[in-house]
Structures are given as structure tokens and as C-alpha cells.
């Protein structure tokens, strides 16, 4: 099979510049035969990182492109090996065509997250910066992406690794003690190991209560907007996004399917979506409409009601409020605000969420609209890297914390050595699954398979 990989890393997309990787020991030899440098020197003969000038040929010496190719030379490369880098202009078919002509050189395409799977095996990154790598690509806000560019620089495995170390020190302490009863090693500390476990268990802790929010970070917050017919659901949507990607009419039930759409509010980001109007319809597809709607308000992390506040409460009004009071996050808004208003805030004391006034027409309230989200969904002030976003991590995160409080008890419930050795042990195998040092092929195929082509 041949070893040396190569892939456009730059989208199927025309834009001004287009990146092809290369990756493997004979990326030197293969980039020789398809870019010729305009000094007269080939690429193997260059400097490691230089940036070097001149024509990429096709197979049959047709001049594809006059543009730059770079190389890193192993071990200082992404992964770890003889890497090389095309920057042609950015046309899809200059890229295809320079792709054929890396394969007619030798060098065969690369799998889905192949390089960074490479960068993964060579100890370049370890599994958590890995896992970065994806959630850097894929961020949709600034906070997301500061926070896997804190991962992809070792934040998680900072955390990790010291645990782990106060593991070693503990186990073989341990292990001294036992094995050597005859040797004067100092006498085991309950107090100062007792205050490492502690410390370890609270640290895993913090991690993982952290998770909930970075799950809103990396997915957004799931929000369902509900209401009775006509209230301004469509209208509050369209505002949100700043186009008219709803049908907005007068009609009762214009909006039939749920509609979805994800944008960027204060750093926050909604997958926002629209729903038919709750009322007791009579037509079939309005009454599976109506059943969306309520799914939707059912598995939401946020439900806001919208009112309709020139016209009285009604009872789908009430309905969809109690929608909204079992949900974790909830907002009424009170529409309609530029019109004569007959619903007030006091007239909703039994509703257990946030209350504001606006206008979807206008557009007037909006700033408070989003000060409120902001107020449920405060900007994370951990430090960057260390909110947990992957179900992995957290599920690897929560089994060490079971582990070493379950050592700590022993501990300082005067077991025997041998029930605290076996919990830290444990602790310490699960630890080792959080960074790849022990994960399973399995495992790291699946991580790697979401990674797209080229990265
Ligand atoms: N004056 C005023 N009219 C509004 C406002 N918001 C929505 N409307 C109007 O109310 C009507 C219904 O608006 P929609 O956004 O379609 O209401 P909806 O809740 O999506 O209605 P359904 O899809 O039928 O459930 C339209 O005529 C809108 O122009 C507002 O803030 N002020
Ligand atoms: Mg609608």
C-alpha cells in the first residue's frame, strides 16, 4: 500500500488561494516530479520551511499553475513526517488536476483525518488536541473556537496529566511500601495523599460540570420558539436571522412544519426553530404541525413563548406558557409592542421564566432580547481550553472522578492499600484513555473518521 498521502485541504470552492497536503516518506521524491522551482533547485534540495517559487506540472508537463510549495522535514512537521505543502491558486480544477498528478507521482489520497490521525500515532498531539482540531474547524462562535484552540494547545491534558502524576507518586509509593516492608522507606503520608486525591477528585469535578456549558458552546443552545397562531413567531425569526426566511402573513396558521435556522446572538449561538402555532386545529397537516411544535418545545434548551400583546390571553396562550415552564430555559415575550398593548408583565406571575416586551415588526426590544440570552448563557470565564465539550472527554472525566473519590474513601476510611492501589490504578487507566496513551483502535478510528478529507 502506498504510504505517502496527499489531499486538498482547502474546500471544493473557488477562492483566491488552494492548499494540497502531502504527507509520508517519499513526499520529497513525489513533489520533485510535479514542481519545478524557478531557482533551479528542487524541492528536495531546499531548505526545510522555505517557501519556494515556481511550476506545477501535470503528468504530461503541462503547466498547471506558476505558484508556492513549502516542506517540513521529519520530525518537525503536523505529523510527525516528510510533509510538503501546494499552494496553487484557488481554482477547483487547477486542484483536481494538481491532486492527479500528486497520485500519478506516487502518492495515494488520504482518509478522512488521515494527517492529523499521522500527527495523532507520531506523539505529535494527543488524542484531546486532536479532538480539537475538529471542534476548531467546525467553532461557530468566537468563544467556541478560543476554547478548542486552548485544547488543541494541551489545556485538558495540562489538567490530566498532573492528575496522573499524583497517581504515580501514590501507586508506587504504595507499591514500595508493600513489596519492601524491610526497607526503611518513609511511612506512608494519609494525610498528604488524602489531600492529592481530594484535590484530583475536585479538579475532575470542576471539569465536568463544565461539560453542560461546553455542549451549549459547541452545539448551540436548541431554542423552540412557540406561541399561539399569529402571535409573531415567524416574524421574531426573521428579525433574529435579518432575512425573511419564515412565511410571515395575517393568516392563523400560516406556519405549518417547524422551521430551523442556527445564528450568532452576543457570541451565543441558537439553533433557533419556528413552529406552527399552538391552537386545536382541525385540519391534518396544522394538528401534526401543532404535535412538531410541542416535541420541539419538549426537547429545547430554551422555549421562547411569543404573545401576542394586542390581543387578550387565551387559553393556547396559557398552554404554551406551561410549555415553556417545563423547559430548562424559558423566555415570554410579549409582542406586538408598537401596537395599543392589553398584556402586561404582572398579568404573567405564575410563569417562571424571563418577561420582556418587543416588537418583531419593529424590531424595538430586540437589544433586550438578546441582553437576556446573554444573562442565561454567560460567556464562560474558565480559562481557554478548559471547558469540556466532547462526550468522550466527559464521559472519560466522570469514570476517573468515580475511581479516585472511590480511592480517597478508602483512604481515609483505613482500608487496606491494596483497595486504595486498585482505584488509583484504575483512575490512572481511564486517565490514559483521555489522552490516547491506552485507547482503543476502535475508538480512535471513529474519532478520526468525522475529520474531513485533507485535515
Ligand atoms: N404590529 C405588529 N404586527 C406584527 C408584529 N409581529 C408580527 N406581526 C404581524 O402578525 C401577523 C402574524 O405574524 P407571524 O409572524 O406570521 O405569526 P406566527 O406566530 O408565525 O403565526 P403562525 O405561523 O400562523 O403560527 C403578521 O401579519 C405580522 O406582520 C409586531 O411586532 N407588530
Ligand atoms: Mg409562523
Redesign the pocket.
Known amino acids: 500500500m502506498l504510504n505517502t498521502i496527499a489531499a486538498i485541504a482547502t474546500g471544493n470552492v473557488v477562492s483566491a488561494i488552494g492548499i494540497l497536503r502531502l504527507s509520508g516518506e517519499d513526499t520529497f521524491s513525489i513533489i520533485d516530479k510535479v514542481f519545478i522551482p524557478s531557482d533551479g533547485l528542487s524541492m528536495s534540495q531546499h531548505a526545510d520551511r522555505s517557501l519556494v517559487y515556481g511550476k506545477l506540472l501535470s503528468p504530461d508537463g503541462d503547466i498547471l499553475d506558476i505558484c508556492l510549495c513549502t516542506k517540513s522535514t521529519a520530525p518537525n512537521s503536523y505529523t510527525g513526517e516528510n510533509t510538503a505543502e501546494i499552494h496553487t491558486h484557488g481554482s477547483p480544477t487547477v486542484l483536481s488536476l494538481a491532486l492527479d498528478a500528486l497520485f500519478a507521482a506516487g502518492a495515494r489520497q488520504a482518509l478522512a483525518g488521515e494527517f492529523t490521525k499521522r500527527a495523532f500515532l507520531n506523539g505529535k498531539l494527543d488524542l484531546t488536541m486532536a479532538e480539537a482540531v475538529i471542534d476548531l474547524i467546525d467553532s461557530e462562535t468566537k468563544q467556541a473556537a478560543i476554547n478548542a484552540a486552548g485544547q488543541l494547545s494541551g489545556a485538558i491534558s495540562r489538567k490530566t496529566d498532573k492528575i496522573y502524576t499524583s497517581l504515580i507518586d501514590i501507586t508506587s509509593h504504595y507499591y514500595a511500601v508493600v513489596d519492601y516492608p524491610d526497607e526503611d522507606i518513609e511511612p506512608f503520608e494519609i494525610k498528604e495523599y488524602s489531600g492529592l486525591l481530594k484535590n484530583a477528585a475536585d479538579e475532575l469535578y470542576r471539569l465536568l460540570s463544565g461539560y453542560e456549558r461546553g455542549r451549549v458552546l459547541k452545539e448551540g443552545i436548541y431554542t423552540a420558539i412557540i406561541?399561539?397562531?399569529?402571535?409573531?413567531?415567524?416574524?421574531?425569526?426573521?428579525l433574529l436571522l435579518g432575512y425573511e426566511r419564515?412565511?410571515?402573513?395575517?393568516?392563523?396558521?400560516?406556519?405549518?412544519d417547524t422551521v430551523e435556522e442556527k445564528i450568532n446572538l452576543g457570541g451565543v449561538l441558537l439553533r433557533l426553530c419556528?413552529?406552527?402555532?399552538i391552537r386545536d386545529a382541525d385540519d391534518t397537516v396544522e394538528k401534526l404541525g401543532v404535535m412538531r411544535a410541542v416535541s420541539a418545545a419538549s426537547s429545547a434548551d430554551l422555549v421562547i413563548v411569543?404573545l401576542?400583546g394586542?390581543s387578550k390571553l387565551s387559553a393556547e396562550d396559557f398552554e404554551a406558557l406551561k410549555l415553556a415552564d417545563a423547559a430548562k430555559a424559558s423566555i415570554a415575550v410579549i409582542?406586538?409592542?408598537?401596537?395599543e398593548q392589553v398584556i402586561f408583565p404582572h398579568m404573567l406571575k405564575d410563569f417562571k421564566g424571563e418577561i420582556l416586551s418587543?416588537?418583531?415588526?419593529?424590531g424595538d426590544g430586540l437589544f433586550d432580547l438578546s441582553a437576556c440570552i446573554s444573562r442565561l448563557y454567560p460567556l464562560p470565564t474558565v480559562p481557554a481550553g478548559e471547558i469540556l465539550t466532547n462526550a468522550r472527554q466527559a464521559e472519560v472525566v466522570r469514570r476517573a472522578h468515580e475511581s479516585i473519590s472511590a480511592a480517597y474513601e478508602a483512604l481515609i476510611s483505613g482500608m487496606p492499600p491494596d483497595a486504595v492501589l486498585t482505584e488509583a490504578e484504575t483512575a490512572m487507566n481511564i486517565l490514559a484513555e483521555l489522552s490516547g496513551r491506552a485507547v482503543s483502535e476502535d475508538i480512535t478510528h471513529g474519532i478520526f473518521s468525522r475529520f474531513c478529507v485533507g485535515k
Not at 406561541?227 to 426573521?238: E, V
Not at 419564515?246 to 405549518?256: K, L, M, S
Not at 419556528?274 to 402555532?277: F, I, L, P
Open positions: 406561541g399561539r397562531p399569529n402571535a409573531g413567531k415567524s416574524s421574531l425569526l426573521n419564515a412565511i410571515v402573513t395575517d393568516i392563523p396558521g400560516t406556519t405549518r419556528d413552529t406552527a402555532g411569543v401576542d394586542a409582542n406586538k409592542s408598537d401596537l418587543m416588537s418583531a415588526a419593529s
